[in-house]
Nanobody, 129 residues
Framework: QLQLRESGGGSVPPGGSLRLSCAVA?????????ISWFRQGLGKEREGVSC????????RYADSVKGRFTISVDRARNTVYLDMNSVNFEDAGVYFC?????????????????????WGQGTRVSVSS
């Protein structure tokens, strides 16, 4: 059974906005894991986008999305969101959320996919005018 399920992908025009959701299974305690977003564009390697540590609220962003994307958590819903603003063509791809093997720090491990053992199936974001 999948522990993480992404939703919210779709087509967005350049400069537009989109909200992605990562629903985390209720048996997962967010305080014990990092939740991060990764993405994989066509013909590209998967890259880390953003991380959140629900235990202390720290976050981290890839330079390419800093100032445009915001990661947040709704603890009541056990859901992590990625708000994407000022979207550009480079943001297109399949977005995955992932859960770290244990509680680490976003600063050192948040965008390193080797630290994440549980993955969702992904949600596709396309950018077109």
């Amino acid at each position: 059974q999948l522990q993480l399920r992404e939703s919210g992908g779709g087509s967005v025009p350049p400069g537009g906005s989109l909200r992605l959701s990562c629903a985390v299974a209720s048996e997962v305690t967010l305080d014990f894991h990092l939740i991060s977003w990764f993405r994989q564009g066509l013909g590209k390697e998967r890259e880390g986008v953003s991380c959140i540590n629900s235990a202390d609220g720290t976050t981290r962003y890839a330079d390419s999305v800093k100032g445009r994307f915001t990661i947040s958590v709704d603890r009541a819903r056990n859901t992590v969101y990625l708000d994407m603003n000022s979207v550009n063509f480079e943001d297109a791809g399949v977005y995955f959320c992932a859960k770290s093997t244990r509680l680490l720090t976003c600063e050192f491990s948040g965008l390193n996919e080797s630290r994440f053992a549980s993955w969702g199936q992904g949600t596709r974001v396309s950018v077109s005018s």
